[in-house]
T-cell receptor, first 113, second 112 residues
Framework: DAEITQSPRHKITETGRQVTLACHQT?????MFWYRQDLGHGLRLIHYSYGVQDTNKGEVSDGYSVSRSNTEDLPLTLESAASSQTSVYFC????????????FGQGTRLTVV | DAKTTQPPSMDCAEGRAANLPCNHS???????VYWYRQIHSQGPQYIIH???NNETNEMASLIITEDRKSSTLILPHATLRDTAVYYCIALKFSGGYNKLIFGAGTRLAVHP
């Protein structure tokens, strides 16, 4: 069965370090998204991609970057981790044909100390 | 995409129907109404979507008013496992580009 997976599920890092969160989908979806969710709050869009070599900034993109070199993967990089980036990160993908739904990963819990 | 408004929280007794309202008074003709839910700290899960007509699937029913300014998600026989945050999103499809912007949603508590 097709799926979307995130790794790692949990990570603790130090302030100032570069961190990369992985997202891999086997749906062959063109659209991929990264969200963050802080305790007790809704999901906020960080970056998104509508296809290979395409990336776009979302609502809260400062301090984050993404690259899309193939259809399956959209890694999220925190250039220099800050305590304010402690959060749960969700990756999602969706197709481009008709009114298709998005599928979400299980999330990555990142703690910056 | 149109803004949606939902009540922050609702309660429902187990076994009863849960009716979750959503207001989208500025929705345009080509915007769909999507519903997702998030159980505890899991990733959001798609429930149902519609454009004009009422829709039903194995999880829920979606009732959209004739003027499309509001809709109701119905969980016909709520169970404790339906306790979650429910998000109503208006979404326009432009050549397959369809990013979801989440609001605060409705926190549904199903009690015994």
């Amino acid at each position: 069965d097709a799926e979307i997976t995130q790794s790692p599920r949990h990570k603790i890092t130090e302030t100032g370090r570069q961190v990369t969160l992985a997202c891999h989908q086997t749906w062959n979806h063109n659209n991929m998204f990264w969200y963050r969710q802080d305790l007790g709050h809704g999901l906020r869009l960080i970056h998104y991609s509508y296809g290979v070599q395409d990336t776009n900034k979302g609502e809260v993109s400062d301090g984050y970057s993404v690259s899309r070199s193939n259809t399956e993967d959209l890694p999220l990089t925190l250039e220099s981790a800050a305590s304010s980036q402690t959060s749960v990160y969700f990756c999602a993908s969706s197709g481009t044909r008709g009114s298709t739904e998005a599928f979400f990963g299980q999330g990555t819990r990142l703690t910056v100390v | 995409d149109a803004k949606t408004t939902q009540p922050p929280s609702m309660d429902c007794a187990e076994g009863r129907a849960a009716n979750l309202p959503c207001n989208h008074s500025t929705i345009s003709g080509n915007e769909y109404v999507y519903w997702y839910r998030q159980i505890h700290s899991q990733g959001p899960q798609y429930i149902i979507h519609g454009l004009k007509n009422n829709e039903t699937n194995e999880m829920a029913s979606l009732i959209i008013t004739e003027d499309r300014k509001s809709s109701t998600l119905i969980l016909p026989h709520a169970t404790l496992r339906d306790t979650a945050v429910y998000y109503c999103i208006a979404l326009k499809f432009s050549g397959g580009y369809n990013k979801l912007i989440f609001g605060a949603g409705t926190r549904l508590a199903v009690h015994p």
